[in-house]
């Protein structure tokens, strides 16, 4: 059974730093991409940042230079670090696993993130 399990959200003020965390289970980490994608209230879900298995990055413009997404493959976790948040950056974070984009995709159960002063 795949599991992915994030965690560190929680309420930060604008310029705060934040780092989430998803840990995997039930597939060959190493082999999957991962990426993290985030709803705010009201939008559609968006890419936020993705690694490739051989950890090739690619971000979201609103989020370049400030968000680092990494993964420690022999944790079976991928990290990401949030720096300088803005109140835009609000919402539920959600970790993503997919093998070279194909079907199964798996899907974490989200943790929320609030920049708020």
């Known amino acids: 059974q795949v599991q992915l399990v994030e965690s560190g959200g929680g309420l930060v003020q604008p310029g705060g730093s934040l780092r989430l965390s998803c840990a995997a289970s039930?597939?060959?980490?190493?082999?999957?991409?991962m990426d993290w994608n985030r709803q705010a209230p009201g939008k559609q879900r968006e890419l936020v940042a993705a690694?490739?298995?051989?950890?090739?990055?690619n971000y979201a413009d609103s989020v370049k230079g400030r968000f680092t997404i990494s993964r420690d493959n022999a944790e079976n976790t991928v990290y990401l670090q949030m720096n300088n948040l803005k109140p835009e950056d609000t919402g539920v974070y959600y970790c993503?696993?997919?093998?070279?984009?194909?079907?199964?995709?798996?899907w974490g159960q989200g943790t929320q993130v609030t920049v708020s002063s």
């Open positions: 993503h696993a997919s093998f070279m984009g194909r079907d199964p995709h798996y």
């Open positions: 039930g597939i060959t980490f190493s082999l999957y991409g």
């Open positions: 690694i490739s298995g051989g950890g090739r990055t």
